[in-house]
């Protein structure tokens, strides 16, 4: 009893180990595939009208065209990065757009910001700019609202595809090591003894 008390015990340890590379392919698989669509032009968005029509939960890259509201701008420093966001002017709290520059008077002429188009609720620290813009400017971010990563064009490297073929093997030789391979003699039957006559 006290052995398969204690192999019973092990799956919870394997399968906390094997979250481990499953996340990384969770976060790697779109980011890769979100690179492969760099051959083609960006989705152009002139109204808040498309950015809300049809837009699915995938990575896009687009291009959005709006002014810099200056009046809903901060800046939000976190693990030693320092990010700036804003909002674009005649789409109010549906889009948020970061990028890593320091935005001043400089970018009042801009019009045009291409970029990585998601759900609002994928960037990262969303929880915590969402309650700046409410404290700071307050602006209250909609559930439904999206996020455009300044600057964050599909480029596909080869670090990100070295990243990805490592997690699958890392995820596949763990699952083999764990739940496949048997050890040597585990297998085996003992054979019954046999009965010599007195």
């Known amino acids: 009893m006290s052995f398969l008390r204690k192999r019973y ?45 049809g837009r699915s939960s995938r990575a896009t890259f687009a291009a959005v065209s709006g002014k810099i509201d200056f009046d809903k701008k901060l800046s939000h420093t976190t693990y030693g990065l320092a990010f700036t966001y804003f909002t674009l002017e005649g789409y109010g709290e549906s889009i948020i757009v970061r990028t890593y520059n320091k935005v001043d008077d400089n970018w009042s002429g ?49 670090w990100n595809v070295g990243a990805v073929i490592f997690s699958t093997v890392l995820w596949a030789t763990m699952f083999y090591f764990f739940f496949l391979r048997r050890r040597k003699g585990s297998g085996k039957v003992n054979a019954p003894a046999s009965i010599h006559p007195s």
């Open 9 to 53: 015990l092990w799956i919870p340890a394997k399968l906390l180990a094997m979250a481990f590379p499953t996340l990384l392919l969770v976060v790697q698989i779109p980011e890769m595939q979100y690179d492969l669509s760099g051959g083609g032009r960006p989705v152009e968005i002139a109204t808040p009208e498309q950015l809300a029509g």
């Open 110 to 158: 801009r019009d045009r910001f291409e970029g990585k188009l998601r759900p609002y609720n994928d960037m990262p620290f969303s929880r915590t700019v969402r309650a700046m813009f409410r404290e700071r400017c307050g602006l209250a971010i909609p559930p439904g609202a999206f996020f455009l990563a300044h600057e964050d064009v599909p480029d596909l490297s080869g």
